[in-house]
């Protein structure tokens, strides 16, 4: 189970950490990530990062802006926001899969419940 946290309302060019408690297995061993959705459009990638940390994988509309890590003592994820934008507004979902490493959604078998994030101008 998946449970994401952090989000709110911001400011553009303010910042959120958004945090991911991955309980009920063990995800040290998982590939993990982040997904974003605003209603009305498709979902995205946003980052991930590999089971030991060493390999992180951004994309291109988030990078410099946002940090992905992982505390695998605690079986958390987080997802450091900052610069943020009006256009970064979307629900945002943390995922996890045992085997795959990348930008595709349906590939991750885990998904948490998501946290809204909303940046005004």
């Known amino acids: 189970q998946l449970q994401a946290s952090g989000g709110g309302l911001v400011q553009a060019g303010g910042s959120l950490r958004l945090s991911c408690a991955a309980s009920?297995?063990?995800?040290?061993?998982?590939?993990m990530g982040w997904f974003r959705q605003d209603p009305g459009k498709e979902r995205e990638f946003v980052a991930a990062?590999?089971?030991?940390?060493?390999?992180?994988t951004y994309e291109d509309f988030v990078k410099g802006r946002f940090t992905i890590s992982r505390d695998n003592a605690e079986n958390m994820v987080y997802l450091q926001m900052n610069s943020l934008k009006p256009e970064d507004t979307a629900v945002y979902y943390c995922?996890?899969?045992?085997?795959?490493?990348?930008?595709?959604?349906?590939?991750?078998?885990?998904w948490g419940q998501g946290t809204q994030v909303t940046v005004s101008s």
């Open positions: 990062i590999s089971w030991n940390a060493i390999t992180t």
């Open positions: 009920g297995r063990t995800f040290s061993n998982h590939f």
């Open positions: 995922v996890a899969d045992p085997r795959y490493y990348g930008k595709i959604d349906y590939e991750y078998d885990y």
